[in-house]
């Protein structure tokens, strides 16, 4: 796996992956940035969102559940003093499907928790990385 980041102006790059897609990167304007996309330290936790969402969805379509929508979101905690790492991360699913169990959704949060999400696990490794989840059902809507 590769990727390359090209420094653009000021403190935004633009960032390539391997698969060749892009993104643009920059910093605050308090650091000289001019708010043209997400901080890297963002793309961090889209990153683990994301990983996290995809091996949910994975899980629920494989075993057949009627799942239509699933949503991460993610919250972390950085340390006070440089370097600024996350000490804490917390990614609570909203995951929706009519008649969906409580219990498959679990065992697809905790199967990606443990086992799949490479970027959660990794992440785990420097920081507190904790997982909860909800399950909607649309016809439960008032």
Known sequence: MKARVKWIESVAFLGESGSGHGVVIDGPPESGGRNLGP???ELLLLGVGSCSAFDVVHILK?????VTDCEVRVEAERADTVPKV??????H???TGTGLSEAAVERAV????????????MLGKAAEVS???E???PGDRD
């Open 39 to 41: 901080r890297p330290m």
């Open 131 to 133: 997982h909860s989840f």
């Open 86 to 91: 996350f000490t804490k991360i917390h990614l």
């Open 110 to 121: 905790s199967l990606s928790a443990e086992k799949y999400c490479s970027a959660s696990i």
């Open 62 to 66: 494989k075993g057949r559940h009627p």
């Open 135 to 137: 399950v909607v059902d």
């Open 93 to 95: 699913f909203v995951v």
